[in-house]
C-alpha cells in the first residue's frame, strides 16, 4: 500500500524548543490526520484536519491542512520530556495511508 | 471518548498453532480494522470490516482471517502461525458517516505476538 513521506524521520531536540514535522503525498486527501505512539503502546490521535486550509490548535499542538490537499504540517511549542514518542500523519482518501513516523526525542 | 480493547498486551504461540487475538470497542463504531507494525514498514492493513459478517481484505491479508459476528467485536485469526507473523497487531474503529473513510480510526494499545 502507499505510504506518506514524512519529514523528518527522527529528532533530538532540547527541552523547551519548538518543533515542527511534515506530510507530503502526490495524491489529495480529504482528511489529514496527526497521532502520537508511545513505546508499546497504540497510536492516539492528537488532532483531526477536514478542509483545506484548516489550521487546528490542541493544547501546545497545532496542525495545518494544506491548501493543495497534498501536505499536512504538526508543530508543537515549548516541548517538554512527555513529548517524546513516535507521531504519525495520516491521510484518507478512499482508504487510510499512513505515514512513515517522526521520532521525538526530548533531552533535559 | 472511544475505547477500544484488545485482549492481550503479549502473547507467545507457536509454529503451526491457529492464534485468536480478540478486539472490543464500545462506541457502537461500525468500521473496524486490524494492522500489524514492524520495524521500517510502518502500519499495514490486514484486514476490515464495514458491517457485522462483513469483511474485506486489506493490503496483506494472507495468512489471516478475521471474523464479525458482532458489531462491537472483531476478531484476528492466525490460521496457522508463523515465524514471519511476529509482530504488534492494532486493532482501530471508527464511525461511518456515508462515505465511510473520512471519520478518525481510534486504535487499542496493541497486542505483541511472538511465535517461536
Known amino acids: 500500500g502507499q505510504q506518506l513521506n514524512q519529514s523528518p524521520q527522527s529528532m533530538f531536540i532540547q527541552e523547551g524548543e519548538d518543533v515542527s514535522m511534515n506530510c507530503t503525498s502526490s495524491s489529495i486527501f480529504n482528511t489529514w490526520l496527526w497521532y502520537k505512539q508511545d513505546p508499546g503502546e497504540g497510536p492516539v490521535l492528537l488532532i483531526a484536519l477536514y478542509k483545506a486550509g484548516e489550521l487546528t490548535s490542541n493544547g501546545r499542538l497545532t496542525a495545518q491542512f494544506g491548501i493543495t490537499r497534498k501536505d499536512s504540517f504538526l508543530n508543537i511549542s515549548a516541548s517538554i520530556p512527555s513529548d517524546v514518542g513516535i507521531y504519525f500523519c495520516a491521510g484518507t482518501a478512499s482508504k487510510l495511508t499512513f505515514g512513515t513516523g517522526t521520532r521525538l526525542q526530548v533531552t533535559l | 471518548d472511544v475505547k477500544v480493547t484488545q485482549s492481550s498486551r503479549y502473547l507467545v504461540k507457536r509454529t503451526g498453532e491457529k492464534v485468536f487475538l480478540e478486539c472490543v470497542q464500545d462506541m457502537d463504531h461500525e468500521n473496524m480494522f486490524w494492522y500489524r507494525q514492524d520495524p521500517g514498514l510502518g502500519l499495514r492493513l490486514i484486514y476490515f470490516?464495514?458491517?457485522?459478517?462483513?469483511?474485506e481484505k486489506g493490503d496483506i491479508p494472507e495468512g489471516y482471517s478475521v471474523s464479525r459476528e458482532k458489531k462491537e467485536r472483531f476478531s484476528l485469526i492466525l490460521e496457522s502461525a508463523s515465524t514471519n507473523q511476529t509482530s504488534m497487531y492494532l486493532c482501530?474503529?471508527?464511525?461511518?458517516?456515508?462515505?465511510?473513510?473520512?471519520?478518525?480510526?481510534?486504535f487499542g494499545d496493541g497486542t505483541r505476538l511472538s511465535i517461536l
Open positions: 470490516s464495514y458491517d457485522v459478517k462483513m469483511k
Open positions: 482501530a474503529s471508527s464511525l461511518w458517516v456515508g462515505s465511510g473513510s473520512n471519520q478518525p480510526q481510534h
